[in-house]
């Protein structure tokens, strides 16, 4: 019985992640990745593995919910919405959608959380549009969303590949030196959602960019 009044006095279930809150101080966090235990330790899923790290980092419990997990965490006022979509990298667009609509987050209020073949490992480039950059995530958000304007976490994987192994490097594990380094770059990372929701994106990219 105890148990019962617990769950339901305590439980934040996803239909109630946060209606109460003014859609301008709601925030989306989407971390791209793809679902499964063969890819959650490699370089395409930093997306995931970011948002792993926040929700670790605050003792977060992710929830399974319609396209993805979720989870909510309140920091001074905003609330920051975390999704993992569950549709695989291909078809992020469909979860995102979807997010943005049920919880009423304005466009602008978005962050995606992507890997970046065009970056060193650990660099970190925050922008408000753009293009996909040849990444299928960001491609069919793009074509979902119709729109290029929405705001983009880019953590650099490196491009240290051979000809024609991309998808091999990219679906690969991180090496050890990465491993070792990863998380001070994932300490970063949060500090740089938070900025986002609270200080807004042109701060952000002033004091994160090229760090």
Known sequence: MFSFFKKLFSAKTVDTISEETDPMKKFLIVGLGNIGPKYANTRHNIGFKVVDFYAEKNSLSWETA??????????????????????????????????????KVPLENMLVITDDLNLAFGTIRVKTKGSDGGHNGLKDIQNTLQTTNYNRFRFGISDAFSKGRQVDYVLGEWEAEEEKQLPERLELSCKIIESFALAGMNITMNTYNGK
Request: no cysteine; net charge positive.
């Open 66 to 103: 319609k396209l993805g997990d979720v989870t909510s965490h309140k920091v001074k006022g905003r609330t920051l919405i975390f999704l993992k979509p569950s549709t695989y990298m291909n078809l992020s667009g469909k979860a995102v959608n979807y997010w943005l609509e049920k919880e």
